[in-house]
T-cell receptor, first 109, second 115 residues
């Protein structure tokens, strides 16, 4: 079974709106990472948050981490059509990163 | 710096045939991973190398999949014989070193279709 699970599975919004994706995981972690995957491409790292951090910002991205609830959220503010992609959370319960099933984000222009 | 290189980008084969995928990680990255990504799912780890040694191959179907990284640089993933359920994108990723729990750098992937 997957270590991380994203919610919702799919999200459709209008350009300029905010998009929020959630991730739940099962075991203790050192850090949690978010990746983006455009259709037919490889994954690209977006942001990493360590287990002792609660919130982190990078440009239009805001990530929160609640280790007591074993959950994280990714907020993309002022979304653009170019943000259309699948978004995955990844954790490191073992030596390699374990990925969730992803949230497919569609931003309508 | 150059990214992770993978080839071929696309491959179509008949079931029971064999196929090989090649990956060249970012220069200096000691850790290399092969992931399998089935359509609509997240990447699933197949095998992890540290230099030329295998760290984790617990999820590699060893009856048909094999991988090597002989000189600790580039790597080859082979499937023989292929099954229909092997249709997927095979992603190679690298990281500076295993102890550095930072980001992974991914290649564009090799898309396999088994007919």
């Amino acid at each position: 079974s997957q270590q991380g699970e994203e919610d919702p599975q799919a999200l459709s919004i209008q350009e300029g709106e905010n998009a929020t994706m959630n991730c739940s995981y099962k075991t203790s972690i050192n850090n949690l990472q978010w990746y983006r995957q455009n259709s037919g491409r490889g994954l690209v790292h977006l942001i990493l948050i360590r287990s002792n951090e609660r919130e982190k910002h990078s440009g239009r991205l805001r990530v929160t981490l609640d280790t007591s609830k074993k959950s994280s959220s990714l907020l993309i503010t002022a979304s653009r059509a170019a943000d259309t992609a699948s978004y995955f959370c990844a954790t490191d319960p073992r030596r390699a990163l374990t990925f969730g099933s992803g949230t497919r984000l569609q931003v309508q222009p | 710096e150059a990214g992770v290189a993978q080839s071929p980008r696309y491959k179509i084969i008949e079931k029971r045939q064999s196929v090989a995928f090649w990956c060249n990680p970012i220069s200096g990255h000691a850790t290399l991973y092969w992931y399998q990504q089935i359509l609509g799912q997240g990447p699933k780890l197949l095998i992890q190398f540290q230099n030329n040694g295998v760290v984790d191959d617990s999820q590699l179907p060893k009856d048909r999949f094999s991988a090597e990284r002989l000189k600790g640089v580039d790597s080859t993933l082979k499937i023989q014989p292929a099954k229909l359920e092997d249709s997927a994108v095979y992603l190679c990723a690298s990281r500076w070193r295993e102890e550095y729990s930072g980001e992974l750098f991914f290649g564009e992937g090799s898309r396999l279709t088994v007919l």
